[in-house]
């Protein structure tokens, strides 16, 4: 009976993914500084609990990062994404949530003004409520897609439908997003 043998991954042409890879703490806590943002975006409107959520894919990440293709054509960034959009979906589908598993430190969000914050959190506030007003399939489409940067392929595989399944729950996910949006701001003017 043979064993798979794993063999030692190839360096990549980033220093950051080695460290994370050699599991040095500072490489990783890096990888989610830089990767983090978008990774959280998607949590936080895909998951009840974004928190337990991105710890999850994080775990995740670092458990397969050593499989990353550095050769390949996607980016590490694209490929985290891809991780945390089919996990975010299989956990839907579970109705589930996992433990806490990786800790992680709040990712510092970028100085602004008082009033541009304000600006930035009011429409976020009116963007996550349009979002949550969607059906699961098109929320799932249209974050991973515009938030998680996610192919229609790449959806499709994720979802496990037809790329015209994805293409049709994408178009009218905008489109019923975009009236949500609209009726929103005639509401505050």
Do not use: N
Not at 57 to 68: E, G, H, I
Not at 143 to 158: N, P, Y
């Amino acid at each position: 009976m043979s064993r798979a043998v794993r063999t030692k991954p190839l360096p990549s042409a980033d220093p950051l993914i080695d460290g994370a890879v050699a599991g040095d703490r500072r490489a990783r806590r890096a990888l989610v500084l830089r990767e983090g943002p978008r990774v959280l975006a998607l949590c936080r409107r895909l998951a009840d609990d974004p928190d337990d959520a991105f710890q999850e894919v994080w775990a995740r990440v670092f458990k397969s990062l050593d499989r990353f293709d550095v050769g390949g054509t996607a980016s590490v960034g694209t490929w985290i994404r891809t991780i945390a959009h089919r996990h975010l979906v299989d956990r839907h589908r579970r109705g589930k949530v996992r433990g806490v598993v990786l800790p992680y430190e709040e990712i510092p969000a970028p100085l602004a003004s008082a009033e541009d914050a304000l600006a930035r959190r009011q429409r976020s506030h009116a963007l996550d409520d349009a979002l949550t007003r969607l059906s699961d399939e098109q929320r799932r489409v249209v974050v991973g897609h515009h938030l998680g940067e996610l192919s229609l392929g790449q959806l499709a595989e994720a979802e496990g439908v037809a790329i015209g399944t994805i293409k049709s729950r994408l178009h009218r996910g905008r489109a019923h997003l975009a009236t949500l949006l609209a009726s929103k701001l005639s509401e505050r003017a």
